[in-house]
Each structure stands twice: as structure tokens, then as C-alpha cells.
């Protein structure tokens, strides 16, 4: 086996399966995403449930593999499995027919075996809306699984690179630029980063993301935990992370199973996702949220932009509105505990609409419920890269006391472009200044009263921007004009002597 030392040499391999991909049927990043990760999730639960067998074997426990024979990994799709090699030795189709007829029916059909475990529900999800291979070829199909064969995390250095978990973010991000229609499901990195460290969650705390998407916030809090603990982490703690602590709800039926696999790919062994409609809780299925707490300690996400809600949506909320992202802002309240802390994603709009009750009442319950304690002005542009133009604020609050003060960080000066996204470095100063509440070039605090007066607007108006002003008199403008207009016609008689 090969091991793979870079991040460049992993992020090559993952280029050259998609690259198969994109000339078998499925061009755009919208399919060959799907494609790859029901494969990919496939391979790793086979690894890691062969490191679980050998650890059972040292210590003398029994251990049953998720899926019999012949429908693991090893069994069909590794070069060496006894069903790969009868496979490959058959007649042509025979490969194509067993994937479709036989080994994606047994998956689908996992999760309703009796006492089918939290896993074999996991397994049935992500593979529950693949109906067939979609590529074209026998040949092609097997190219891609004998590569994604390649990549086991066993060969990956761990000194050099960090987990398949970060290449396989490149991929989701590919699904969420311009033009792939997957930006809604996609929020920018670093913005992911920045919620996560200043709500800062903790081992014990439940995590909650009511539009889990492709599951960024989810899996940045793992990880953001999981290096909290360090090298000091005992068994409890990492088993809590991976299977009491992270919960969702996605709608789509194309992304929800790439949640999953995202989240078992980040280490999470029980991702608690309910595929169906937040706003409405009509389900399509429930069985990994089972058991699910009524209340979440931390909640983390970025509502839909621009949604439009029917009547069905808003009947569960006190104020009526068709604006998606402000009935999730009531659903987000409603789904803290009395200490709970949130950090969201919301367009300018919600901010500084004035003109609609729904939204100045969601606005003021926020204030009397929850202490708001800091709004972030994002720059213009920083979902371009995920397919989205609009300008977006961050909102931090606590649930359990009113909101007397709000501490305002204005980062939209940034000139943040596709090839030039937003950093890590950007936040520094409002990571310094947060503990203090201090006050600065780019930050300053607003009073309740002032917000009431202005009737809940809650919108970003930095005071301390130092405007640039023209003074130039008309007759002084006239004269450059002037000035401007010689060159030009000096530059143009020398050009005709030529």
C-alpha cells in the first residue's frame, strides 16, 4: 500500500476519481459528489470496523460486522475480495447488476431488520435515495472504487496530513460554487471556524444545527472539541463526542446522506440527523434523531437566504412570516436550554427590515429572551465562493437574560473577492477585542434603548468610519478637467506624427 504524505498527494487522488466521474455520467460536481460519497463512506466504515474486529479480537470480545457477506468493502469492491474476483471473471453487466440488484436493495433495506443498530441506520440513510450506479461504464465504476481503495486512512501519514475528512470538504465546497446550485447548502469555512471558537462548545454539551446541509457545522465543532481535550482525552469523553453530542435536520433529499457521510468521515460513529422539514416537522425519516433531547445546549447554523415559506411553515411560530430565515430565528430560541448559546448566519435584511411585524416582534422576543451580545458585519462577497452574493451578518446570543448591550465588530470594509476569501487572519482583532467588549476603529456598542428607538433595527452602522470628503471646489475640478483634456490631446498629436 502506497502512503500518502501531502495534502497535495491526497487532493490529486480525490481529482483523478472525480475526473472519472466527470467523463462517466456525471459532469457536474451536483452528481459526482453523491456518487463518491455513499463509495467513499462504504470503504471507510470497512476500515474502521476491521480496526474494531482486531481490537474486540485482542481483548477477547465478540464483534459483528454492520453488513455480512458478501456486501462489505473487502468482500466486492477491494481488488483482493473473493466476490471482486468472481465478479471481474463473469460475464459483463455482472458487476453493474450485483451493485444495483443486490448490494444497494440489502443497504437500503438495513435499518428495518430487528433491533438494527444506530450504525446499520446510518448505512440505510446514506445509500437511501441511490437507485443505481449512475456512471456509465463497468470499467469506469471499478476505476473509481480501486482509487478510492488506494486512500485507506491506514495509509494516510499522519505527520504530514490531516484526515480524508479534509479533502473530502474541497468536494463539498465544489458543489457550492457559481453555477453548481450548491451554495445553499455550503457556508464558507472560516466563518464555520469563527462560530465554533467564539461560542466555543464544550465535552458534555449537546450541538445542534436546525439546517445541517452538508453538516460544516457539525463537523467543525468535532473537531474544535476534540482538540480542546488534547492529549488528555480518556474513553468517555471521545465516546460521548462521537455518539451523544451532535444532532441535525436537513430537508434535501440529495443532502442529507452527504451529512452523513461528512460526519462519520470527521470521526462522529452517531450522527443524530432527522431528514424532513424543520419549520413544518413533516419526516421523511426519524430513526438516527430518536432519543434526541427536547432542548440543545449550543446551536450553530446559517439559515436558508431568501427562503419563502407556505402557511404550513409558520403555524408552529408566535409571529407569521413567510421569511424562512426568520421563522428558524424563532425556532432557534425555542430550541435552547435557559443557558444555551447560539451563533448564526443572517442576511442584512433580517436586520434592518422595520416594515414587517413578524420580523420587529422576532427581533424584540430575541432582545427580551436572549442576551445578544456581539453583531459581525461581514464583508460583501464572502459567500461568492459558495455561490451566494448576499451581504451577511454574525449573530452570537445567550439564552436566559434580556439583551441590555450589543457588542458590534464591523468587518465590511474587507474587500473579499472568489479568488480572494475570507481568512482566518481577518477575525484576529475581533477575537482579541471579544473578551473585553472593547471598543475600536471597527467596534463599538450599541444600548437597548438606542435599538428600541429605532424600532429593533439591528443593523451594522459603524460610528467611528472616518468618511473621505471630496473638498475640492467645482472651479478646482473644472481645472484638473481642463489639465486632463491637454494631455490627452498632446498625447494624441504626437501619435498622428508617427
Known sequence: MTTISSQSSLDSKIKSICDIMRRSNAAGALQYVPELSWILFLRILDEREELEQTESQIVGASF????????????????????????????????????????LPYLRNLKEQPNATSRQRVVSEVVAGVERIRLDTERNFLDVIDKVDEIRQEGIDPTHIFTLSQAYEGLLLSMGEKN?????????????????KAIDPKVGETVYDPACGTGGFLAQSYDHMKEGLGQSATAEQMTILANRTFYGRE?????????????????IDEPHIWHGNTLTRNEEYGGLFAGAPDLFDVVLMNPP??????QDAQTRY???????????????????TNTGRAGIVVDEGLLFRTNENAF??????????????????????????????????????????TTENIWYYDLSDVKVTKRKPITAAHFDEFFKLLPGREESENSWTVTRQEIEEKNYDL??????????????????????????GKEIQEALAMLREL
Open 64 to 103: 459483528t460486522p454492520s453488513l455480512s457477506y458478501p456486501y462489505r468493502w473487502q468482500d466486492w469492491a477491494a481488488p483482493t475480495g473473493n466476490k471482486r474476483q468472481e465478479l471481474q471473471n463473469a460475464m459483463a453487466g455482472d458487476v453493474f447488476n450485483f451493485v444495483n440488484e443486490d448490494l
Open 180 to 196: 453548481n446550485d450548491g451554495g445553499q447548502f455550503f457556508t464558507p469555512r472560516e466563518v464555520i471556524r469563527t462560530l465554533v
Open 251 to 267: 430537508k434535501e433529499n440529495l443532502i442529507y446522506p452527504i451529512s452523513l457521510a461528512n460526519l462519520i468521515l470527521h470521526g
Open 305 to 310: 437566504f431568501g427562503g419563502k415559506e407556505g
Open 318 to 336: 408566535p409571529y407569521k412570516t413567510g421569511s424562512t430565515q426568520v421563522l428558524f430565528l424563532q425556532e432557534i430560541i425555542d430550541s435552547l
Open 360 to 401: 420587529v416582534q422576532s427581533k424584540r422576543r430575541l432582545l427580551d429572551e436572549c442576551d445578544l451580545w456581539c453583531i459581525v458585519s461581514l464583508p460583501g462577497g464572502v459567500f461568492t465562493q459558495a455561490g451566494a452574493g448576499v451581504k451577511t451578518n454574525l449573530l452570537f446570543f445567550t439564552k436566559g437574560k
Open 459 to 484: 443593523k451594522a452602522v459603524n460610528p467611528n468610519r472616518k468618511e473621505v470628503v471630496d473638498t475640492r471646489t467645482p472651479d478646482e475640478l473644472l481645472d484638473i478637467i481642463e489639465a486632463k
